[in-house]
């Protein structure tokens, strides 16, 4: 990842688009000038006209209402009459406004002191970039979630069947996401191999993110050999990117949603251990939710790892349990059936 969240950058981005907007304007004027001089006189007219009433206005005669009516009346007979021409020779008659990407702020992206819906949205874009799974989750959200790999029969030895399982944690997901950022909510989920948990992180993770929060993705041993290591043990302080660096082990503790991916998967030794726990430690401390996924049950997590840091984990996360068929297996073999 090569991209942090910036604001400065954001705000830069409207200037320019009012930059661009502004000299849109003053370039299709100037041609349309020398096609049509009529328009020039008529604007120099109307700028006259402003003009008098600016000086009459500091000379301290300005509410002189029989010239004030009589201003406001030339200036829109002379705007009918400009619009009259312009629609003649074939264009709009707003054909002389500013085209603003957003006409609801004039591309401000401030509405008073509410930000408008453009700077929400380039906002979200952002957090799109820096959450390390943007390029994901137009294929795995919700709308394309597949029920259909879910086991509808119940086994013996269960007490649900796969579907109405993941039926339920659908539903739990929902109701996480309903409540994200009025409380402090910690998932993990648990299953084999397969069994849908990164897609169903994913969905969670472009729900919140559409909402404008920051979402932190990562796979157990990329955030601690990447961030952690790469941040905590760099080599050299002066590195070029070391800004990135530390950025990133930061979003870490301050992304609004954390997700570690495949916990068990990555090499464990006592320094991960102690980064790792310090990470989830922290983030329950300062109320940050964060979700993690494991094809250890919380009994291997406590052998894997400490017991400390798996009785942090049982206090105060919810328990999903994703359980059925391999989907790859599922696939694969639909697959072949086809053909
Ligand atoms: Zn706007």
């Given at each position: 990842?090569?991209?942090?969240?910036?604001?400065?950058?954001?705000?830069?981005?409207?200037?320019?688009?009012?930059?661009?907007?502004a000299r849109d304007l003053r370039e299709r004027r100037e041609a349309l000038y020398e096609k049509l001089?009529?328009?020039?006189?008529?604007?120099?007219?109307?700028?006259?006209?402003?003009?008098m009433a600016i000086r009459k206005k500091v000379k301290g005669t300005g509410n002189d209402i029989a010239f004030l009516a009589e201003l406001e009346k030339r200036n829109s007979e002379l705007s009918?009459?400009?619009?009259?021409?312009?629609?003649?020779?074939?264009?709009?008659?707003?054909?002389?406004?500013?085209?603003?990407?957003?006409n609801l702020c004039k591309?401000?992206?401030y509405i008073g002191n509410e930000k408008c819906k453009c700077l929400k949205q380039l906002i979200v874009e952002a957090r799109y970039l820096e959450s390390n799974i943007s390029d994901r989750l137009e294929q795995e959200n919700f709308s394309t979630f597949d029920m259909s790999y879910y086991r509808q029969e119940r086994l013996e030895d269960e007490k649900v069947s796969p579907y109405e399982n993941i039926q339920n944690i659908l539903a739990k997901s929902k109701e996480f996401i309903k409540k994200f950022g009025d409380t402090s909510q910690n998932i993990i989920i648990f299953g084999e191999t397969g069994r849908g948990k990164t897609f169903l992180t994913n969905c969670i993770a472009k729900e919140i993110l559409d909402e404008g929060h920051s979402v932190f993705y990562l796979t157990a041993g990329g955030m601690v050999e990447d961030v952690i290591n790469g941040y905590l043990f760099?080599?050299?302080?002066?590195?070029?990117?070391?800004?990135e660096k530390k950025a990133r082990y930061e979003f870490l503790f301050n992304a609004d949603l954390l997700i570690i991916d495949d916990l068990g998967t990555e090499s464990v030794n006592r320094q991960s251990v102690t980064q790792l726990f310090r990470v989830v430690n922290d983030r329950i401390i300062s109320g940050k939710?964060?979700?993690?996924?494991?094809?250890?049950?919380?009994?291997?997590?406590k052998e894997n790892y400490t017991?400390?840091?798996?009785?942090?984990?049982?206090?105060?996360?919810?328990?999903?349990?994703?359980?059925?068929?391999?989907?790859?297996?599922?696939?694969?073999?639909?697959?072949?059936?086809?053909?």
């Open positions: 990842m090569s991209y942090t969240f910036d604001m400065d950058e954001i705000l830069k981005k409207l200037d320019r688009r009012r930059n661009d907007s001089p009529e328009i020039k006189e008529i604007d120099d007219e109307l700028r006259n006209g402003t003009l009918e009459k400009k619009k009259n021409i312009l629609i003649k020779n074939g264009y709009d008659e707003n054909y002389l406004e500013r085209r603003y990407v957003c591309d401000e992206g760099r080599r050299n302080e002066e590195e070029y990117d070391d800004k939710s964060t979700i993690i996924s494991s094809n250890l049950d919380i009994k291997g997590i017991e400390r840091f798996a009785g942090r984990i049982a206090e105060n996360y919810d328990f999903f349990n994703i359980f059925g068929a391999n989907i790859r297996m599922v696939k694969k073999k639909r697959l072949l059936e086809r053909h």
